[in-house]
């Protein structure tokens, strides 16, 4: 009854929902909540477990002793740490947020006797609700698990084995590091086909009539539903912004030689490195020895050399 | 003989040697000319009409009244025009080149007595050479063909014919709002995918493995041979620069709001406004009366409000 293995979801969106069914596809207990009666109708007719509260799903939680998933958007963190403060007090828990320093701070200060572990599985946010969600959603996915210093490594294992359960890979990281690499490929890219499709549409008609390949491929995540979008970049602040400035000080130097001796071959050929840099990118993949007296530096190391695990020794 | 519907392609790349497929497969008489002795071979390989010198190709185009189209890139087309000058100095002239007021500046300097109009199709640029090509390239894509006035109307319609007989759609437009359209969706893109390849790469491996769509989308042209892209980018200057600097104003001002008050979401709604603006795009599609007395200017307000030619009265 209590075997650690049981899983409560808050929030049953895209990504709450995809977990909720690739748990319960991994042969564990599991139930779920939502604010949205959408969402929870649904839910319960393809049927699954929904309590009709959080204080509920969490009074639950913390009588089968369950890892508790906080799957709600960032802005909404506040108040559900508020519940669990009341009812689920020394629970394991982790997330699936974008942005892993903001979260991390709501839980020391709104919920300081849980267990936590944050986590951030890299799938997509163009669609969401319910509806849109599937046990598959993470296969082959890039699943990151928080590794910083001081963390409790059960409950790490315990995360880990879930997201490896879904189909995803684990990528462990310090959590500046995560936010300030997700700034960098996914949340400046937004703000970048944001700022391009603004420019290419000043253009007018002419412009959308001539716009091509390159201009579709660079404008795509424009467009996405710009709420979302709002609320992934403005959560991660600090590190988009060092990202942007980044992306300010290079296309400035590309202005300025452009205006200067009419050359793009700097920018340019950085620019192929860059890419080649992905296409190249080879991930090590590895089993994590969680007994090794050393394991979340280790881990973090091998997150930060590009590389993720694939199976734990516990 | 001379029924005028013979064409001359001088440069056998990936777009002259498919617009010689396409020419021949329209039933005209063709023959082309190239420095590349690979491309040379091959295309006779294929059993087409190949002169041993762009000297050669242009006197018979004297001759027997052929279109000359100039498929070289930019920095060869001095050098071609000298040649043009001496064996076909009152031909009637078109070309490929992606920028149009640098060629049209170069032909009044350097071939004054040809009768030129000068024409852009907006086809793919990331493989190059006579293998690459093929009769289908411009199947459906947008061929701009320069709308100024003064323009010779029997060879505007003579470039045009050829474009719609490749499979093309026309789109007429001043080669001042030509190049000041594909800075900013073609160009630009270019110049903004390869900023953020290397903002990302600098993210170092975690970054490259946690990159996902958004990334992979807004770098994907960075992956072209840099040559080309240089050449293209720089060959547009000052219409680039223009773009390059209504970019840096928008993603500064991006960067100040979120330092400020933390908010993005007009950089975001702006740019889902101009995603929408591509995707909404409806062009009007109109039979061309050149008899018109007006003929060029409708030609240029047709284009600049998004619509395209598809069939001519000439």
Not at 139 to 159: P, Y
Not at 216 to 242: F, H, K
Not at 276 to 301: C, F, P
Request: glycine share 12%; proline share 4%; net charge negative.
């Amino acid at each position: 009854m209590t075997d650690g293995r049981a899983v409560c979801v808050i929030g049953l969106g895209l990504i709450g929902g995809s977990l909720l069914r690739a748990a319960a596809r991994d042969g564990r207990v599991v139930w779920g909540t939502t604010e949205s009666t959408v969402d929870a109708d649904s839910a319960r007719k393809d049927g699954y477990d929904i309590a009709s509260t959080v204080d509920e799903a969490l009074s639950r939680a913390a009588t089968e002793d369950a890892l508790v998933v906080l799957a709600v958007p960032l802005p909404a963190v506040d108040g559900v740490l508020r519940r669990v403060r009341r009812f689920a007090p020394g629970c394991r828990l982790t997330d699936v947020v974008s942005v892993k320093a903001p979260v991390a701070e709501a839980v020391s200060r709104l919920a300081p006797g849980v267990r936590y572990v944050g986590g951030h599985p890299m799938a997509g946010t163009a669609k969401s609700g319910w509806a849109a969600g599937s046990a598959d959603l993470f296969g082959g996915a890039a699943w990151v698990v928080a590794a910083d210093e001081g963390l409790d490594l059960e409950v790490w294992a315990d995360v880990a084995t879930l997201a490896l359960a879904t189909g995803a890979v684990v990528v462990p990281a310090a959590i500046d590091e995560h936010d300030a690499a997700v700034a960098r490929i996914s949340h400046l890219p937004h703000v970048m086909a944001a700022v391009l499709a603004t420019v290419g549409a000043a253009g007018g008609p002419l412009a959308m009539a001539l716009a091509a390949g390159s201009f579709q491929d660079g404008t795509r995540v424009a467009g996405s539903p710009p709420e979302l979008v709002i609320g992934m970049c403005e959560g991660n602040r600090a590190a988009l912004l060092a990202a942007v400035d980044d992306a300010l000080g290079r296309l400035g130097a590309a202005r300025g030689s452009l205006a200067s001796t009419g050359g793009l071959a700097a920018t340019i050929r950085a620019g192929h490195q860059g890419r080649n840099s992905l296409d190249d990118h080879q991930a090590a993949e590895v089993t994590a020895d969680l007994t090794d007296h050393d394991a979340l530096a280790k881990l973090r190391e091998l997150g930060r050399t590009g590389g993720r695990v694939v199976a734990l020794i516990r």
